[in-house]
């Protein structure tokens, strides 16, 4: 496993298009967990999921037939307009992207949105699902392979492939398997750099009743964006945790020690960026429990700036909003007017204060750590939802 390239593929797409039955096929897990989510039939947070690709005689599989070629960590994306902060913290952690649409039901508000925040993201690795192809007769399914391409011309998945696929009775899996064997492997920075850990997650592991020299450590779970963490590495988290004091809300940095590192399942001493990973912690489990510590930062002690409230970003805007059944332009930012904005797996809220040409100055209501290049999607709240209006990139 130590030697098999490694690829972040988030699962994206329109609420009931079958993302969560796909990835069950392609893994054999479910990512639906939380208890709300699988009463709903919906994802509500960042669910995970893990495979080895294999190749035999007969062609790809995850059944551990063959030479195995690829570790793919799969992140599970919320479909549902609600959540699109949640589903722009997954586009900032992944390298590539399934977009999974249903030939019964076709490009929906949630399919567009999505797309969009992956342009804004810059995933320019996209393979497109079209799946529930058993619920569809030929001439439909033909009719909605059109529509597909029509929606994807002249954007960055004009040549993605399109895969029929029915995720329910195990259909074309293997086809997926070989696209996502195509995929080439982006270069990551590992040497002489400062390492970044995104956290995306947070646990306590501990189960109820558990012996107090039993328990374990908090957990992180995320993506290493560059640099190397070993095992006994000391590491402070940024922003931290909110402490209140005479009304007001401050963040404290955490710093702890690196006990052991995980990819999926299987632990290891030293972990270079790729798939997704956890990190057992020496902190208590009740500061990382619940999400708690999701959208912070991590790095080796004394590496991260200082935290932001303040934030400058050059941006661009799409033409019109996204994920409104309507059509609608995006009209140009004003000054005092309220965004949202998604910085790697952190959502804030923020005030421009300054804006000239496509530069614009925010004040933040939550701090962020800010990195000089950085990614972000920006979001405005329209008729009580925020929708995705553009993306940009931190300035210092």
């Known amino acids: 496993?130590?030697?098999?390239?490694?690829?972040?593929?988030?699962?994206?797409?329109?609420?009931?298009?079958?993302?969560?039955?796909?990835?069950?096929?392609?893994?054999?897990?479910?990512?639906?967990?939380?208890?709300?989510?699988?009463?709903?039939?919906?994802?509500?947070?960042?669910?995970?999921?893990?495979?080895?690709?294999?190749?035999?005689?007969?062609?790809?599989?995850?059944?551990?037939?063959?030479?195995?070629?690829?570790?793919?960590?799969?992140?599970?994306?919320?479909?549902?307009?609600?959540?699109?902060?949640?589903?722009?913290?997954?586009?900032?952690?992944?390298?590539?992207?399934?977009?999974?649409?249903?030939?019964?039901?076709?490009?929906?508000?949630?399919?567009?949105?999505?797309?969009?925040?992956?342009?804004?993201?810059?995933?320019?690795?996209?393979?497109?699902?079209?799946?529930?192809?058993?619920?569809?007769?030929?001439?439909?399914?033909?009719?909605?392979?059109?529509?597909?391409?029509?929606?994807?011309?002249?954007?960055?998945?004009?040549?993605?492939?399109?895969?029929?696929?029915?995720?329910?009775?195990?259909?074309?899996?293997?086809?997926?398997?070989?696209?996502?064997?195509?995929?080439?492997?982006?270069?990551?920075?590992?040497?002489?750099?400062?390492?970044?850990?995104?956290?995306?997650?947070?646990?306590?592991?501990?189960?109820?009743?558990?012996?107090?020299?039993?328990?374990?450590?908090?957990?992180?779970?995320?993506?290493?964006?560059?640099g190397k963490l070993k095992v006994g590495d000391e590491i402070e988290i940024k922003p931290g945790i909110t402490i209140k004091k005479a009304h007001q809300q401050f963040y404290e940095t955490l710093t702890t020690k690196i006990l052991s590192l995980y990819k999926g399942n299987k632990s290891v001493e030293e972990v270079t960026p790729g798939a997704s990973i956890s990190i057992e912690t020496g902190l208590d489990s009740f500061l990382t429990k619940t999400d708690s510590l999701s959208g912070c930062v991590a790095s080796l002690k004394g590496n991260l700036p200082e935290i932001s409230n303040i934030v400058k970003i050059k941006y661009n805007l799409f033409k019109e909003v996204i994920g409104t059944l309507k059509h609608e332009e995006v009209v140009p930012l004003k000054s005092k007017e309220t965004l949202m904005l998604s910085v790697n797996t952190t959502i804030t809220v923020g005030t421009i204060e300054k804006i000239k040409d496509n530069f614009i100055e925010l004040i933040l209501n939550i701090p962020i750590v800010a990195l000089e290049g950085d990614n972000v999607g920006i979001a405005r709240n329209i008729q009580g939802h925020w929708r995705l209006i553009g993306w940009g990139e931190i300035m210092q």
Do not use: W
């Open 1 to 226: 496993m130590k030697e098999l390239p490694e690829l972040n593929v988030g699962v994206v797409g329109h609420i009931d298009h079958g993302k969560t039955t796909l990835l069950n096929q392609l893994t054999g897990k479910f990512t639906d967990t939380h208890s709300e989510e699988l009463k709903r039939g919906i994802t509500i947070k960042l669910g995970y999921a893990d495979t080895i690709i294999y190749k035999d005689k007969d062609g790809y599989n995850s059944k551990g037939k063959g030479t195995p070629i690829r570790y793919i960590s799969f992140i599970d994306v919320p479909g549902h307009e609600m959540l699109m902060a949640t589903m722009l913290s997954g586009a900032a952690i992944i390298d590539a992207a399934v977009l999974v649409i249903a030939a019964n039901e076709g490009i929906m508000p949630q399919t567009r949105e999505h797309f969009m925040a992956l342009q804004a993201k810059k995933i320019k690795n996209i393979i497109i699902i079209q799946n529930k192809i058993d619920l569809v007769d030929k001439k439909q399914a033909l009719k909605s392979y059109e529509s597909i391409k029509q929606f994807v011309k002249g954007t960055i998945a004009e040549n993605a492939p399109i895969i029929p696929v029915s995720a329910q009775q195990g259909i074309n899996i293997d086809k997926v398997f070989e696209e996502l064997c195509k995929i080439e492997i982006p270069k990551k920075e590992t040497e002489n750099v400062k390492p970044i850990f995104l956290i995306a997650r947070s646990f306590d592991i501990n189960k109820p009743g558990t012996k107090i020299q039993e328990l374990r450590g908090g957990v992180l779970g995320g993506i290493l964006k560059k």
